[in-house]
């Protein structure tokens, strides 16, 4: 069961600008902490963004900080990352998740986990020129 819809992959260049989309089809987002996450080529999961509902703070890695946004529309029942200035080190497959909000205390911690409730099916990026 699809439980979210992830759109905005592809191949982009140093430099420019990208942004994903994750809506949740089966759930409502309202309730959960929401996050980003990603696997490069023979690498671990890496959290890369994530965010509280509750006061939207948020928590980046800091290969992203600076460059990377990531943002949340409950009405629209979607999340977002927008990705200025990739770099080719940000090649990866990119995975939206949530989870409860009640399992978590800050977006950090949501960063570090990686046994979520909810998954994406996952969207690769490709930074090259």
């Known amino acids: 069961q699809v439980e979210f819809v992830e759109s905005g992959g592809g191949l982009v260049q140093p430099g420019g600008s990208l942004r994903l989309s994750c809506a949740g089809s089966?759930?409502?987002?309202?309730?959960?902490?929401v996050g980003w996450f990603r696997q490069a080529p023979g690498k671990e999961l890496e959290g890369v963004a994530c965010m509280m509902n509750s006061d939207g703070s948020t928590h980046y890695a800091d290969s992203v900080k600076g460059r990377f946004t990531v943002s949340r529309d409950n009405a629209k029942n979607t999340m977002y990352l927008q990705m200025n200035s990739p770099e080719p080190e940000d090649t990866a497959v990119y995975y939206c998740?949530?989870?409860?909000?009640?399992?978590?205390?800050?977006?950090?911690?949501?960063?570090?986990?990686?046994?979520?409730?909810?998954w994406g099916q996952g969207t690769r990026i490709t930074v090259s020129s």
């Open positions: 089966t759930f409502s987002l309202e309730n959960y902490a």
């Open positions: 998740g949530a989870d409860p909000a009640h399992y978590v205390s800050t977006a950090q911690a949501m960063c570090a986990r990686r046994h979520l409730e909810r």
